[in-house]
């Protein structure tokens, strides 16, 4: 049998945001000699503009080393709950996880999902504890702390710096003891897990693989096993500082393959490839990643959407996550409703197209998407509320829930938990960590979580509490759908969901909001908010009176009442004829909510 290489070692980094995922490759990058003192630069795999001025890490980023006859392929991951997707495929990729901890922070949030990640998958743990260096580091606490929540003795953490270096080479020579070989054969029929897949404008679609089993060359015809899609593999290689092109890639390494292929959809991660001559079953793929978050972004002006179309197709094309479809608002123009997988890719989604296609967006407000049940045992998700059915046709209306981790210091933990139960958290249940920090386990609707949910949960700890969820599932929800109408005209661009018991206050406000915002017309403006049809606010705007009888002095009483009832008949035409131009920046106000 012609296993793979034992000289191989597969490994991810780790951690909450922050904590020093990038900063320790910085120093494995380093020491390994795989980029040189000269072109050293800080958090280097974090490559794209946004990565670099925000200081997060987006994407997840496979690099190769050589370290004493042994080569060590690193996935760096992105610490942000939003893209934890892209960390559960990287740990599909690998054999052990470098779990970091801050040692002036301790144990948070993304630190127990990411740690259960890695149990999930079966993958050897490396604890480690960074920035010793910072004169407030809590090293005992700390070190107690993680040696309990991972279960091993406090003496097996390593305690380094990232940013002198000190303790970095034995969190390397750990790797290679520690980290299992990869498995696999190179025998058996070819097996290659897409981990990642992006689009290039000269090559086409990129994948980046793990080889399980058997080999691909450059130049072998390959097929996508889920997708039934056939092509050649116009090179394969390595993830050195750049591609580094090989004769083949094989089982146990990490590499990429130039496929050529135009349409990023038929290379889907999570997917198979084999070659066309082998008879390979495909891996277990991964949990396909389904947009939460829904919002319209409409462009600041008409003559744009053409170009945000463009853009947001090209993003599409390296961001599976995000969806689009076209949508009109009579007041907005022509838009995008578009899904993301919470508020941190929004942002992003609506950065970069600002930056890389110089496009200003609107955004709505975002909301969840609801599932409903109709008379007609239909089931459907709606992301848009103009899309809602007519009120006596509903059955059922669920909303998506999520499993909440909220880990925070005691002495906060009651404004915390305050905050939680404010918006409709359902407690489950508590873990105590050595020095004092709770991890609290809660049910929150997605819908509490998106409306500034963490702002509030940092706010009311002083900073001090993390957050984390997962999807949960589907439950029934209490929610009706809101109308807004303006001179007796629904404005689509307004109709919302909202909680019943919030429905009357919210109406009040968008109408209030709008009495104060709308210019004045011709004629008396009236404002309604509406629920099934009944109106359950309104607010009237009065009439800019043109005094056409002004020039009539005397008392041509005849006269004057016809010239009166002429403007009564224009007003009533210009009323009936609707279109009161609502500015744009007036839908901004309200959006933003
Ligand atoms: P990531 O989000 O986990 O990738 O974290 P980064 O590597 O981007 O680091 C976050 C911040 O912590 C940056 O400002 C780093 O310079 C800083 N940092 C990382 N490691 C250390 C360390 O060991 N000591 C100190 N003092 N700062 C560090
Ligand atoms: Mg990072």
Known sequence: MNSADKQIRNFSIIAHIDHGKSTLADRFLELTGTVDARHMRAQYLDRMDLERERGITIKLKPIQMQYKGYTLNLIDTPGHVDFTYEVSRSLAAVEGVILIVDATQGVEAQTVANLYLALQQDLQIIPVMNKIDLPNADVPRVRQELAQLIGVDPE???????????????????IIAEVPAPKGTLDAPTQALIFDSYFDDYRGVISSVRVVNGAIRSNEDIRFLATKTQTKALEVGHFGMEFQPKPEIKAGEIGYIVTGLRDIEKAKVGDTISTTKSVATALPGYQAMKPMVFAALYC?????????????????????????????????????????????????????????????????????????????????DYANPMDWPEANHIVKVEEPWMSVTVVSPNDWIGPVMQAVTDRRGVYKTTEYLEGGRLVLHYEVPLSSLISDF????????????????????????????????????????????????????????????????????????????LIGGKVIASSRIAPLRKDVTAKLYGGDVTRKRKLLEKQKKGKKRMKTMGRVSIPADAYIKLLRR
């Open 300 to 380: 600041q002006s008409g003559d744009e959407f053409e170009r945000l179309r463009e853009g947001i197709e090209k993003l599409k094309l390296n961001d599976a996550a995000l969806d689009y479809i076209p949508e009109h608002s009579p007041a907005l123009g022509f838009g995008f409703r578009c899904g993301f997988l919470g508020m941190l890719h929004m942002e992003v989604v609506e950065q970069r197209l600002k930056r890389e296609f110089g496009i200003s967006v609107i955004v709505s407000a975002p909301s969840v998407a609801y599932r409903i049940t109709t008379t007609n045992k239909e089931t459907k």
């Open 454 to 529: 963490h702002d509030t949960l940092k706010s009311v700890s002083q900073g001090y509490a993390s957050l984390n969820y997962d999807y949960l599932g589907f439950r029934e929800a209490d929610v009706t759908r809101l109308d807004i109408h303006v001179a007796e005209e629904m404005v689509d661009a307004l109709t919302m969901i909202v909680n019943s018991d919030e429905a009357y206050r919210e109406g009040r406000r968008v109408v209030d909001t709008l009495k104060d915002i709308l210019p004045r017309q011709q004629f008396e403006l009236k404002i309604q908010a």
């Open 156 to 174: 097996s953490i390593l305690a380094v710096s990232a940013k002198t270096g000190e303790g970095v080479e034995a969190v390397l020579e750990r």
